[in-house]
């Protein structure tokens, strides 16, 4: 399976974005789907993540920074995932991934990565 990531681009602080992670195979068999961000100097942290009864029970996670702003979502009858980015702020700048496994917390062998997609919000 390959990840497709997509939906990056500028926006203005305060405007959406959506992201698109689309597979080529089916995504039922990954417990856990995340995107993540990654800045400058910076490892990637966890910005949100559902899951499929894996890690974290049936249920969606985001990080403090960014709760009440943004929205993910999981169909796996299309194999996709998308993240609702609403309210931006510039300190969501950042090359968002998007990641499929076993669990969302912590790398594990056999995770699936996309390629990373550019989002600047600019004040």
């Known amino acids: 399976v390959q990840l497709q990531a997509s939906g990056g681009g500028w926006v203005q602080a305060g405007g959406s974005l959506r992201l698109s992670c689309a597979a080529s195979?089916?995504?039922?068999?990954?417990?856990?789907v995340g995107w993540y961000r990654q800045t400058p100097g910076s490892q990637r942290e966890l910005v949100a993540g559902i899951s499929n009864g894996g890690s974290a029970g049936r249920g969606d996670f985001y990080a403090d920074s960014v709760k009440g702003r943004f929205t993910i979502s999981r169909d796996n009858a299309k194999d996709t995932v998308t993240l609702q980015m609403n309210s931006l702020k510039p300190e969501d700048t950042g090359v968002y991934y998007c990641k499929m496994g076993v669990t969302m917390f912590v790398s594990r062998r056999g995770d699936i990565w996309g390629q990373g997609t550019l989002v600047t919000v600019s004040s």
């Open positions: 195979g089916s995504i039922r068999n990954f417990n856990d």
